[in-house]
């Protein structure tokens, strides 16, 4: 009894299985071209079939059929375009700021640095491991070791509008590198005396120092411009004036343009003032001697009565309870979101500073006014952390931190020394977020016979490769830089005698055709001697009496009454026109049928 159950649900599910084989085979789509269903001027080329016995299945398979279709009424055509404006775009690899050149052994370094003369009694070395290790760059000659040139090794370098004072003034960086060390990525290779091949840098805490200057002037730099071009043919000689262009810097901007003082520009940032650190801005509330006292700025902002609005960035949350416009007053609630610290009345007056939460919020009114729309509105100043500041403190970006010596004149801030807490090491080096400090080692070979000259002096000229070798570092951008220019007609383009004329596109125009009449008509519409369009006729010969018209006259030969859904073409069915059956056994086989047709739609 077990055994025959057993054999009776492996029966059940064999059946199972083979019914849900049929449902799931996917109807093979014939390859029918795309002007059986569309016209070249966009119009449809077919009408779609149902018949008058058709289930309500059928009529949607049809409705999906006739949507699909729409998709293919439409034109499309090239046409020319004549444009206003073309937009060229340059793309730039990482420029490099600045680079030296740590270690050089060459023809150069051998005869001049050395005083060597190279008659073949003198070694030049033939590959990297002969190289020497006195090359290294000591300050005044390419003669050191490399003890000798970490020791000196001591460069200044300016990178310029980096940092701001009073909202928009920018202010350059001027960095100093000391002392930098290497460390061989293969150190069994390297017994620090020629250059590693590869190496990370090393720059240990107080060896990056970055001076911002906040005192600024007005220059002047007089340099001899050409007023007059030179003809020697008739032996006129050029003429030159001096001409004068006015600047805005710092000391060092002076002197390294050989400018001259005109005026003081900024005396540094006072109370009330603002500068940026590594891009966060700072508002100074009092000046003292080397110290201040600032925080955070975050602006200002509009409250209006009874709406809180967060100070931007942060978790503190204030809410205007009251304004006057005549006193220039303000009653407003004050506490931090996450903390849940609140004064629930605190008052400002116009331009008095309110320090609260013991300097974690600075709040100042700046105005009082009415909205648009009726509304009491207070603009209110904002500043967070506030704290007293002096030479030790430190600063933090990017993860690494930086120690301040602060000078003033007791009114203002004069400038600030940023130097480095952490060691700095890897190549490249991360400057500041925004530039890379690289090592790179080059090694350059040439064989006396390639050349035909006897380069070592030893009276030969030898098959054997003469090597130089150089170390850099390099200070360069992180990223290279993408411009882009517009020219119109009768601009002239960079760098050449060609001059825009016309701009010219071509553009590919769709029109869609609407449909203006019905596609989908009943089978007893259907003139079978000359149906006047294409068909696609949607059930079997059971539901649509144009299929079964087929069936009968022995022109369609696929067996509907068993058909798992089929899909059949045939070319000139009907008074010459072709016909398209979308059909199956029953109603769910001709929806599969139907899809698989609405598939192929979509691929022409």
């Known amino acids: 009894m077990k055994v025959k159950k057993i054999a ?10 083979a019914t849900m084989g049929f449902a799931s085979a996917q109807p093979t789509v014939p390859n029918i071209p795309k002007d059986f269903f569309v016209n070249a001027d966009g119009t449809p080329n077919v009408k779609i079939v149902v018949g008058s016995n058709a289930a309500a299945m059928d009529v949607a398979s049809a409705a999906d059929i006739a949507v699909a279709l729409g998709s293919l009424l439409y034109t499309s055509k090239q046409v020319d375009v004549q444009g206003d404006y073309v937009k060229i775009k340059a793309e730039y690899p990482p420029a490099t700021l600045d680079s030296w050149t740590i270690y050089a052994y060459n023809y150069d370094t051998m005869t001049n640095d050395h005083g060597l003369t190279i008659n073949g009694s003198e070694n030049w070395a033939t590959k990297y491991d002969e190289l020497p290790g006195d090359y290294w760059y000591n300050g005044a ?9 970490k020791s000196q090794f001591m460069v200044n370098t300016t990178i310029a509008d980096k940092d701001k004072i009073n909202g928009d003034q920018l202010i350059d960086w001027h960095i100093t590198l000391s002392n930098v060390g290497l460390s061989s990525k293969d150190p069994s290779s390297w017994d620090q005396s020629r250059p590693p091949k590869d190496a990370d840098l090393v720059i240990t805490p107080g060896n990056v120092t970055v001076f911002v200057d906040y005192v600024l002037y007005n220059y002047s730099v007089t340099k001899p411009e050409q007023t007059r071009a030179e003809y020697p043919e008739w032996g006129v000689p050029a003429d030159y004036q001096n001409g004068t262009e006015y600047y805005i810097g710092d000391a060092e901007n002076v002197a390294a343009g050989g400018g001259t003082i005109v005026s003081t520009y900024s005396n540094g940032v ?22 201040f006292t600032a925080g955070l700025d975050k602006g200002t902002a509009w409250y209006q009565v009874g709406q809180p609005q967060a100070i931007e960035g942060t978790d503190w949350v204030v809410t205007a ?7 220039q007053r303000a009653l407003v609630k004050v506490e931090n979101a996450v903390t849940g610290q609140h004064e629930d009345h605190v008052i400002l007056e116009k331009d008095t500073p309110v320090t609260l939460f013991s300097g974690a919020v600075v709040l100042t009114l700046k105005d009082t006014f009415v909205g648009v729309n009726g509304n009491l509105i207070a603009e209110i100043a904002a500043q967070v952390d506030v704290k007293d500041h002096s030479s030790g403190d430190t600063v933090t970006y990017d993860g690494k931190t930086w120690e301040m010596t602060i000078h003033t004149d007791g009114t203002y801030i004069t400038n600030i020394t940023l130097t480095n807490k952490d060691t700095l090491e890897g190549n490249p080096v991360d400057i500041f977020g925004t530039y890379d400090l690289k090592y790179r080692f080059e090694l350059k070979s040439l064989n006396e016979q390639d050349v035909g000259y006897d380069i070592d002096g030893n009276g030969a000229i030898d098959d054997v490769d003469r090597v130089v070798a150089y170390a850099y570092i390099d200070l360069t951008e992180k990223q290279g830089t993408v411009k882009e220019i517009e020219l119109k007609p009768g601009d002239q383009v960079l760098g050449s005698d060609y001059y825009v004329s016309e701009i010219h596109a071509t553009a590919q ?9 019905p596609i989908t008509v009943m089978d007893y519409e259907v003139d079978v001697n000359d149906p006047g369009s294409n068909l696609i006729l949607v059930g079997g010969p059971v539901a649509n009496s144009v299929t079964k018209y087929l069936v ?15 899909i059949e073409y045939l070319q000139g069915a009907l008074g010459g026109y072709d016909v398209v059956i979308v059909a199956g056994a029953t ?14 739609l979509a691929g022409l």
């Not at 492996?10 to 059946?15: D, L, N």
């Not at 022109?555 to 859904?565: E, K, L």
Request: no cysteine; hydrophobic share 40%; glycine share 12%.
């Open 8 to 17: 009776a649900l492996a029966i059940g599910a064999a059946m199972v299985g």
């Open 141 to 149: 000659a390419y003669t050191g070791t490399y003890a000798d040139w």
């Open 270 to 291: 006072g109370a009330g003032g603002t500068f940026t650190v590594f891009g966060q801005t700072y508002y100074v509330l009092s000046v003292g001697n080397d110290t």
């Open 321 to 327: 309870l009251d304004i006057s416009i005549i006193d």
């Open 509 to 517: 125009v769709t029109t869609i055709k609407p449909v203006t009449e």
């Open 552 to 566: 009968d006259n022995g022109i369609s030969n696929v067996d509907w009454y068993n058909s798992p859904g089929d």
């Open 587 to 600: 109603r769910n086989e001709t929806r599969a049928a139907a899809e698989a047709l609405m598939q192929y």
